[in-house]
């Protein structure tokens, strides 16, 4: 055990998951954000042309069967604020400054819609309360809580206003709709998992869910963190020249506890039906849609139908740009399809787990035809293209916005998922990144692709002056274009920073979508600030809930397969309270790994238990003290098991993005 340096180990198996969920610090300075300029102030304007503005429709279904408004903030223990609805009084004026798109600040207008709303006869939600709504049925002696939030503290919030206002009855049931995170992140600020365990609360999933609830942002979670915060603004201030909006809702609360109690109850079958506290609940399973893992809902005595996140009132992403696996449109189109065909002429009012409600049969049926048609048309015109040779960037151009009257339905524009995006995602998940053109087959890299570029174009100054001149006619778009290859080829270029930020700043402030608005600005803030400072904390249920074989499956990309070079050898691991049995192998930089058995003979073995594991991930207790106390057997070559950990690199969030 002398050989065994403990503490290198400790440090591993602490940051083994992808366990720290990290933020910034708090939000910076508004810093040197500028005006709309002439340009944008035209193009902004030109929108009030072109989209039904006088519609007050959905402003009206908003606000319909408002029992309570919330307004003010939620702290956590610590007192921090997780939730200010104030933060976005900003949005109030009717008329949208020249820095946001008039139709990006109505859809941040309806938004801030926050409290506790009627949907229909049992059925309630809290909604602007987080970044989701949670929903509430009253059954016949409890409540069953649809998607509990992102947070606990939001959930427990959004609890409290639902019960001073309706009957405080117990929780007797949860139901995770989908495998994403502000779904199922505040499940503990509503029941307390001793109430699962022994029977009084049961909670409802689809299958797969624990599967994918932890292992999306497990094996690439540092680069999508980080990729997140600028797809939601979390290191921006909120103002007119800043963040107002996610699309989806208004923001991610700072500072939650994030939690997960697994299911007790999966949903299997394609249609399955079940009672559930007296109140009839038709399952839809919808696989590979929005997410790996939902379902949509139908309860027959409400008529309501409840399509989870898949009939959003919006267009959602293909392929989210903080980065995931491309969804298949086609499906997604299908199964809206199902939906409208088996609960169509049955609905009376359908809700989903972001945005407001639709009433009427003939509305909802209007909504998810179109909303299939969007889908479908994504992926069946993408490929048609594509089959007469157009790669994904023409694609992209050509496909400018939807057939038919869709392109003027507020509910398919595209406030978070983008048609030009997605179009390039169908693409990417039919034919992969390769355009088939074999100039880009191997491309340069950034660095060298900009030093290149500016030396070709006469240097930097000649470039920073074409910059400064197509700024100057509202070309923005190839203003970055040519600023990115300058910045990479001279990342301390002041000027040239400043003068990429500024165009950044105006395709921001153009931008019709959140999420588009908000990489652009934060783009910006990195390239006059830095990048932010991240504080890190650690997800206790997230850790538990990880599989022995995802640990291994995480230490694998942590490699250094460099260093890991002639450096071969064979473990043996077991993990005794949850019986399970691995057998790693080293060999050519590569560990891989067999699940339920162990080599014959290996170099070196290691005896735990799964708890231990999950108590030195959260930092609870260290290898030392493991070891010392017997928690922890290590047999045969100690130093093997030093000399692999002492491979693993470290992520850190904190890594730039529109620099070198």
Known sequence: MKHLKSTTIALALALAFG??????????????AKAASEATAARNAEVLKQLPFEDRADFESASRGLIAPFEG???????????????????????????????????AQLNTKAGLFKVTDRVYQLRGMDLANMTVIEGDRGLIIIDPLLGAETARAALALYRQ???ARPVVAVIYSHSHVDHFGGVRGVVDEADVKSGKVKIYAPAGFMEEAISENLLAGTAMFRRGMYQAGSALPRGERAQIDTGLGKGTPRSATLTLIAPTHLIKKEFESHVIDGVPIEFQLTPDTEAPSEMHMYLPRQKALCMAENATRMMHNLLTPRGAQVRDAKGWSKYLDDSLVRYGDRAEVMFTQHSWPTW?????????????????????????????????????????????DLDRKWYTRGYYGVLSFNVRAVYQRYLGFYDANPGNLDPLPPEDAGKRYVAAMGGSAAVLAQMREAMGKGDYRWAVQIGNHLVFAEPDNKEAREAQADALEQLGYQSESAVWRNIYLSGAADLRNGVPELATRTTEDLVKGATPAMFFDYLAVRLDSEKAQGHDMTLNWAFEDVKQ???????????????GTQHAKADVGVRMSKA??????????????????????????????????GMMD??????????P
């Not at 921090?80 to 798109?101: C, E, G, I, K, R």
């Open 165 to 167: 206002h309706r009957p």
């Open 581 to 595: 049995s691995f057998a790693l192998t080293l060999r050519n930089g590569v560990l891989t790994h067999r699940d």
């Open 360 to 404: 009427g049969g003939e509305n909802i049926r209007t909504l998810l035809a179109d909303q299939r048609d969007m889908y479908a048309f994504m992926n069946d015109r993408t490929l048609h293209l594509a089959n007469q040779g157009l790669t994904p960037n023409e694609i992209s151009a050509a496909v400018q916005k939807l057939p038919g």
């Open 612 to 645: 231990v594991l999950d108590r030195i991930s959260l930092r609870q207790i260290d290898f030392p003290t493991a070891l010392k106390q017997g928690e922890i057997r290590v047999v045969g070559d100690a130093g093997k098991l030093t000399e692999l950990l």
């Open 650 to 659: 470290t992520f850190k969030p904190a890594f730039n993005i529109v620099s």
């Open 73 to 107: 903030q939620i702290k956590n223990d610590a007192g921090q604020v997780v939730w200010d609805s104030h933060a976005y009084d900003f949005l109030q004026p009717d008329q949208a400054p020249a820095t946001v798109n008039p139709s990006l600040w109505r859809h």
């Open 19 to 32: 366990s720290v969920h990290a933020g910034p610090t708090d939000a910076p300075p508004a810093g040197p």
